[in-house]
């Protein structure tokens, strides 16, 4: 099983910055995160991707 499969991560939540940087101390970074809605909203959310540098593609919401 792979690192990645074996991690625990909250359930019905994405991962947060936070959980990535955990996910990063085993060695794994995934090229691009993407995320819902939820998380494209959170402005938290995306400064924690930009301050660490990392691709993303997050969903926003219509207007």
Not at 10 to 29: K, W
Not at 31 to 46: E, I, K, S
Request: hydrophobic share 40%; no cysteine.
């Amino acid at each position: 099983m792979s690192a990645l499969a074996s991690h625990s991560w909250p359930s019905r939540h994405p991962p947060d910055a936070t959980s990535l940087d955990e996910l990063a101390a085993t060695g794994l970074r995934p090229a691009v995160r993407v995320a819902d809605t939820g998380y494209g909203a959170n402005a938290d959310f995306r400064r924690g991707l930009e301050d660490r540098a990392l691709a993303y593609v997050l969903q926003t919401r219509a207007r």
